[in-house]
């Protein structure tokens, strides 16, 4: 969610990222390790798309 001073306020990871992520996991510290890879990248892709989205950072 983006709130109207341009402020992320929440954010929702799809199901499917945490069934495709416990395929390799052998126990729960994997589990946790392999899905905050998987939300972190997915997080860095958002930020692009919404920087890129909203106009060029300021400096």
Do not use: H
Request: no cysteine; charged share 35%; aromatic share 6%.
């Amino acid at each position: 969610m983006l709130t109207e001073f341009l402020q992320i306020k929440r954010l929702s990871f799809l199901d499917i990222m945490k069934e495709d992520s416990g395929a390799e996991a052998e126990n729960k510290d994997e589990q946790f390790e392999i899905e905050f890879a998987l939300m972190t990248g997915e997080l860095a892709l958002m930020l692009a798309d919404l920087t890129k989205a909203l106009g060029k950072e300021k400096v």
